[in-house]
């Protein structure tokens, strides 16, 4: 099965910089990996998504990166605000016909200071 | 608004009771999907259904069970069989075939 790590760690940075979090998978390559964005006690909310033949997508200040050799995606946020601090979630498609199924890791937790 | 609507969002519940999660979307959506959520993990699939009156056993569906009457109701019954039902659950939806999940609110079960 699929296994996907992201930095249990906090991220903290200042405000207007560029936040970059990391998420890597072991086994097979997906078609598809989404980047999702979850406040304290409320439900993911979906920010991108990127097909394993997409190098790059990039949605306002969000940029997020597939690498299939590495089995890793970057997602940056430029320009970062305290309003950006959130945890970001990184979801993979499951394959084999899964349809949407998707595994999920646990999550990297961002502050954004003033 | 279209969306989709978890209730209750705090429940209490003593052992060896089974509760009922209620999840309601207004989407349009066929496929509809139960995730668990501990402290610090990620989302673990309980259960899903593609399509009306079928659904499929998740990762962690022990415990658990579900119905698919409506095409806008996907309830999810946590059963006195669940050994740790303490846990943050998680409703969302989907258009058949494509990737991007509607998520809940999210209903906040306790056991005492």
């Known amino acids: 099965s699929q296994k996907i790590e992201q930095n249990s760690e906090a991220l903290n940075i200042q405000e207007g910089k560029t936040a970059t979090l990391t998420c890597n998978y072991t086994?097979?390559?997906?078609?598809?990996l989404q980047w999702y964005r979850q406040d304290p006690g409320r439900g993911p909310v979906f920010l991108l998504l990127i097909r394993e033949n997409e190098k790059e997508k990039r949605k306002e200040r969000l940029k997020v990166t597939f690498d299939t050799t590495l089995k890793q995606s970057l997602f940056h946020i430029t320009a970062s605000q305290p309003a950006d601090s959130a945890t970001y979630l990184c979801a993979l498609e499951r394959g084999n016909n899964a349809g949407n199924m998707l595994t999920f890791g646990g999550g990297t937790r961002l502050m954004v200071k003033p | 608004d279209g969306g989709i609507t978890q209730s209750p969002k705090y429940l209490f519940r003593k052992e060896g009771q089974n509760v009922t999660l209620s999840c309601e979307q207004n989407?349009?959506?066929?496929?509809m999907y139960w995730y668990r959520q501990d402290p610090g993990q990620g989302l673990r699939l309980i259960y899903y259904?593609?399509?009306?009156?079928?659904?499929q056993k998740g990762d962690i569906a022990e415990g658990y069970s579900v119905s698919r009457e409506k095409k806008e109701s996907f309830p999810l019954t946590v059963t006195s069989a669940q050994k740790n039902p303490t846990a943050f659950y998680l409703c969302?939806?989907?258009?058949?075939?494509?990737?991007?999940?509607?998520f809940g609110e999210g209903s906040r079960l306790t056991v005492l």
């Open positions: 989407l349009n959506h066929d496929a």
């Open positions: 086994n097979y390559s997906p078609a598809y």
């Open positions: 969302a939806s989907s258009i058949r075939g494509t990737g991007e999940l509607f």
């Open positions: 259904s593609q399509i009306v009156n079928d659904f």
